[in-house]
T-cell receptor, first 113, second 107 residues
Framework: SQTIHQWPATLVQPVGSPLSLECTVE??????LYWYRQAAGRGLQLLFY??????ISSEVPQNLSASRPQDRQFILSSKKLLLSDSGFYLC????????????FGSGTRLTVV | GENVEQHPSTLSVQEGDSAVIKCTYS??????FPWYKQELGKGPQLIID?????GEKKDQRIAVTLNKTAKHFSLHITETQPEDSAVYFC??????FGAGTRLAVHP
């Protein structure tokens, strides 16, 4: 069966520090991978998605970036965090093609102080 | 652009009552509509989905109905329980999400 792992679960970082969140998927090949952000009490904002190794699409301009160095690994990064980067970050995967639901990771609560 | 609208944003019911959450979509080509439940501090979990070749799907106390002509679909929860309290999200074929509904079930 497929599983998705996301870590860390919580993170407190000072403004201006770098960020690296990692997500890995097991039990499937060539998944579509996604990073979402959720502000407190708000909806899901798609940040990045990837359909293959090295293929990253950005949905919103920001100081975050994403990379996919391996087929089942998706990394969210920042060189210098802003206070506004605080939120709940979710990784998700779906099979190739439309008409399939997402499987979300357990999320990372990021607080920038 | 394409979007999914979800109503209500908050819903409060007594235990045992029914709860209904409605979504409308704009992409007439959409043919897949999932619903997700997000408990506090956790990632959303897929709870039920429906494809356009059926009008209703049930799974125990939850059901989803789809009206393709009107381009709306609804989540129905019967005999609600406190553990149903969560935020629910709908989505369309391209996984464009609604804004979410915070459901509170009071004992």
């Amino acid at each position: 069966s497929q599983t998705i792992h996301q870590w860390p679960a919580t993170l407190v970082q000072p403004v201006g520090s770098p960020l690296s969140l990692e997500c890995t998927v097991e039990g499937t090949s060539n998944p579509n991978l996604y990073w979402y952000r959720q502000a407190a009490g708000r909806g899901l904002q798609l940040l990045f998605y990837s359909v293959g190794i090295g293929q990253i699409s950005s949905e919103v301009p920001q100081n975050l970036s994403a990379s996919r160095p391996q087929d089942r690994q998706f990394i969210l990064s920042s060189k210098k965090l802003l206070l506004s980067d605080s939120g709940f970050y979710l990784c998700a995967w779906s099979p190739v093609g439309q008409g399939y639901g997402y499987t979300f990771g357990s999320g990372t609560r990021l607080t920038v102080v | 652009g394409e979007n999914v609208e979800q109503h209500p944003s908050t819903l409060s019911v007594q235990e045992g009552d029914s709860a209904v959450i409605k979504c409308t979509y704009s992409d007439s080509a959409s043919n897949y509509f999932p619903w997700y439940k997000q408990e506090l501090g956790k990632g959303p979990q897929l709870i039920i989905d429906i494809r356009s070749n059926v009008g209703e799907k049930k799974d125990q106390r939850i059901a989803v109905t789809l009206n393709k002509t009107a381009k709306h679909f609804s989540l129905h929860i019967t005999e609600t329980q406190p553990e149903d309290s969560a935020v629910y999200f709908c989505a369309d074929n391209k996984l464009i999400f609604g804004a979410g509904t915070r459901l509170a079930v009071h004992p």
